[in-house]
Every structure is written in structure tokens, then in C-alpha cells.
């Protein structure tokens, strides 16, 4: 299947700094990119939808503002947690498809955000 | 958000039994997905139905796009070890698959050797 590459895997980070989270579709071209929240023992909630050269489309409850999304190349969408505080720790996994009917999107590996 | 009923919760069987795990919606689906999620890992894919009706197999597993479009069920057969995880059904409502997925909460599976 297609390749969807997260990085980092795994992040600390002081609160009330940055901190950006990479998705990149390696051998395809990804006209939409997703971007998950998952806590412990929970299911994947979905934070924004971002199509690519657009602004992303935020979930509701879910700060645009502190979560930036950019989806500026059909290969590369960038989530930016900014000023994070303790309770974004969490797993962020994004997702990504092509066009095409009865086309799914593929997952990155997800990325473990610890703020300390 | 809406979400849906996946059931068992979790699931404690030993290797070489068969496991049946199904979701359910309160409005009709026009898709239905069951994905695999190991720990750290992001979710994979194992089988998409698109069709009412439809019987779908990948390997050891089986699912099912529920005649009344608002269920599915995955059944494993001869389960192993490997098969440890946690198993997620997700669908749309509507059509077009640019539209978000609604997810269920889960079914963890143990497999005892």
C-alpha cells in the first residue's frame, strides 16, 4: 500500500513553546491530509481536514489558532502545536488520500507529544 | 461528535479460535471501514466495503456491509498471536470520500498462545 511518513515519532517540549509535526505521502500524491488526536485507550478524533493549497477545516471545539495546519504541497502537510501546555500531550496521527473514487487514505505512524 | 457502536469492548480468546466484532450506526452508512491499530503505531487498513450486502475477505478476515446499511461485522478465523490489537470500524454517512470518517471506540484483542 501507500506510504505515509510522520515525523517526529516521538517529541518532549517545554510549555509555551512549538512544536511541528511533519506528514509526508512518500510515493503518492496526497490532495487531502487528516489530522487526528488520540488519548489513551480512546478513539481517533478527528481535529481538521486539509485540502491541498486551501485553509484547513478545523473540527469543532478545536483551536485553529493553536493548531496551525499548513497543506502547502501534495506531499507535505505540517501541524504546529503552538505555546503548548500539558494537556496537548497526546498522540497526533494524520492521514493522507488521493483523489479518486473509493480511494482511502493511508496513515502516517503517529507522533507521541510530551509537554513538560 | 457522532460516533459508533462497536462491540465487544475487548476480547480475551485463545490462539485458533474465531473472534466476530461488529459495529452499528444510527443512520445509514455508505461505507465501512475496519482498520487494525497496533501500540504507537497509526491504524492500517484491512478491509473497506463500499455496497449493501457486500462480503469482503482479506486473508484470515472476513467483513461484512450490513443488508440494512446501518451495521458491519469483521470476523477473524484461526486467530495467532500477531492478530493482537486493537481493531476500529469507521464509515460515512454520506457519499463522497472526501467526507470524514465517524469512528467506533474500539475492540481490543488478546490472543492467548
Known amino acids: 500500500g501507500a506510504v505515509v511518513s510522520q515525523h517526529p515519532s516521538r517529541v518532549i517540549c517545554k510549555s509555551g513553546t512549538s512544536v511541528k509535526i511533519e506528514c509526508r505521502s512518500l510515493d503518492f500524491q496526497a490532495t487531502t491530509m487528516f489530522w487526528y488526536r488520540q488519548f489513551p485507550k480512546k478513539s481517533l478524533m478527528l481535529m481538521a481536514t486539509?485540502?491541498?493549497?486551501?485553509?484547513?477545516?478545523?473540527e469543532q471545539g478545536v483551536e485553529k489558532d493553536k493548531f496551525l495546519i499548513n497543506h502547502a504541497s501534495l506531499t507535505l502537510s505540517t501541524l504546529t502545536v503552538t505555546s503548548a501546555h500539558p494537556e496537548d500531550s497526546s498522540f497526533y496521527i494524520c492521514?493522507?488520500?488521493?483523489?479518486?473514487?473509493?480511494?482511502?487514505?493511508?496513515f502516517g505512524q503517529g507522533t507521541r507529544l510530551t509537554v513538560v | 461528535g457522532q460516533q459508533l457502536n462497536q462491540s465487544p469492548q475487548s476480547m480475551f480468546i485463545q490462539e485458533g479460535e474465531d473472534v466476530s466484532m461488529n459495529c452499528t450506526s444510527s443512520s445509514i452508512f455508505n461505507t465501512w471501514l475496519w482498520y487494525k491499530q497496533e501500540p504507537g503505531e497509526g491504524p492500517v487498513l484491512l478491509i473497506a466495503l463500499y455496497k449493501a450486502g457486500e462480503l469482503t475477505s482479506n486473508g484470515r478476515l472476513t467483513a461484512q456491509f450490513g443488508i440494512t446499511r446501518k451495521d458491519s461485522f469483521l470476523n477473524i478465523s484461526a486467530s495467532i498471536p500477531s492478530d493482537v490489537g486493537i481493531y476500529f470500524c469507521?464509515?460515512?454517512?454520506?457519499?463522497?470520500?472526501?467526507?470524514?470518517?465517524?469512528w467506533g471506540l474500539g475492540t481490543s484483542l488478546a490472543v492467548n498462545p
Open positions: 492521514s493522507a488520500k488521493s483523489t479518486g473514487a473509493n480511494t482511502e487514505a493511508f
Open positions: 486539509s485540502n491541498e493549497g486551501s485553509k484547513a477545516t478545523y
Open positions: 469507521a464509515g460515512r454517512d454520506r457519499a463522497g470520500n472526501n467526507r470524514k470518517l465517524i
